[in-house]
């Protein structure tokens, strides 16, 4: 009990991060419980149990075989298991997965980490954490202040995320396990041949699209591809699954990896056992991979061309421009390194106030929380103070107003806002109202919808929507309003086939805020977004001056 805030629930179990990160914590001082019962659904295949962490822990036996034969995962975190955890641990590690989240929102005492890896471009975690767990868990969240904490593995992650989540932001970069580094340095590129990954590439709907596209783009070249198939797939560079052995040799010999990915605020571990293993890589400088390593400059790439170019040369022996690629992408190997992870960590930890949050306590304030918990067994389920029956009032817009802002782009209002790109740009403040951009553009997400400008408007502007509406939003009546000043227009078109919308204000005083409202938000079949109103662009110009001819 003493040392509670010295102990970590480390509940992620993933088979990567865990020989890394459950150790650091160990060597940074902290003892630390990973579960031993995991779920069993394809959607946790890179789960893994371990012992090894149990010999840090002084806890009672019988608290240890109590935590050793639950599931935090999906099982509903009874009484029992409660008290144990927030009398013996000061800080519990969770992902949204299953119950977890919710669970130690609402039932632990102590510091929260929300580990967070990344996520596709069209998502964000408020959004995970709602379609998962309700808009409750959001004022859960708020309520919790300080204790929750929003434990980023890449500092990218959070510029999409709206205050709740942002203000709350500790930056913990993922490094990967020691073995990893047994084969630093080990390309020979002998086999010259272009190595790529892509599982599943008939029946996921994603990894079909991108094996499509690779296969246009470089499929007249020598390749390989390796990842496990659920069907048999008819093409001969098609490898499967591999051993470790087998990917080894492939990172060792074959001459370049290619990869794919242009998402913002995700990364395979791919590329990175590839960069440790001298392996040349080709990227994106716009995928999280590029953005993470601008001091780069080879094998990042803008287009597929620039791509196939620099693969060209490597495939056609190039030897000198392998080697200059290969010195430069060391600096994205140190990106996953000990050496990188450790020095933050312990910046991180020290400079959020975490470590300031977690001093041992007083032995009064120990005895005297210890002995309210169990006088109030009965009733408080394992907590120290009876649970309030009322719920937690719902965050301010603000705190959930996102506009994932992109300091580079300063296009003008009178460009307008592009809603097929994942970032908004520098001119806009903040966004509610408005989900994650898509291909196409993006849907309304509530009933509302609130652009907010850096700058006031003019007096006088010209508003023109490009966009298009769902189900029965489509020919029904809204408005759109600026100050105080209030429009009337329809959208006639269907998601599509977009139009054009152009609407005259005339204010009294500069405006900074454009709303729109949604006729009849509505939940469409699978998804959990009160869509209505969807948006490709919107553009502002000023008409206080008359045109000249």
Known sequence: MLNKNKRVLWLLNHKTLMPYEAKLLVELGYEVFTPKVIPRSPSFRSGAVTFEYDSTLTIPLSALKRLNEFNFYETTWPADIVAIMNRYFGTVYVIPHGVQTK???????????????GLDNSQTYVNVLEILYGPQILA???????????????DQLVECEPPLISDRAIFLPIGVPSYFWDTENSYTGVDKRILFVCPNCVTNPYYAAIYKKFKEDFGDLPHAIFGAQDVPVDDPHLLGFVTDEELIRLYRDSAVLYYHSTELRHVHYSPIEAAIN??????????LLGRMTPEITMGRCETVAEARLSIDRILGGDAEYTDALRSQQRALAFKFSDEYCRSVWKLSLRESGYETAVVPEPRPAVYWRELKRAILKPLAHGLSKLPSKEKEPMPSADQLATADTDDSDQSTIEDGIDFTRARYPSFVRSVTGISAAEPWGRWSDAAKISISFAEPLPKKFRLTIEGCAYGPNVGAATTVKAGNVKRAVSFMASHGSPEQIV???STRKRASMIQINVPHPVIPPNDNRQIGLGFIRLSIQDISQPETR
């Open 503 to 505: 609407i005259d204000f």
């Open 140 to 154: 859960d969240i708020a309520a919790l202040g300080d204790r929750f904490r929003f434990a980023q593995g890449y």
């Open 103 to 117: 669970e130690a929102v609402r039932k632990f005492e102590g510091q929260i980490m929300f580990r967070a890896f």
């Open 278 to 287: 001298g392996m040349p890589v080709i990227y994106f400088g716009d995928s």
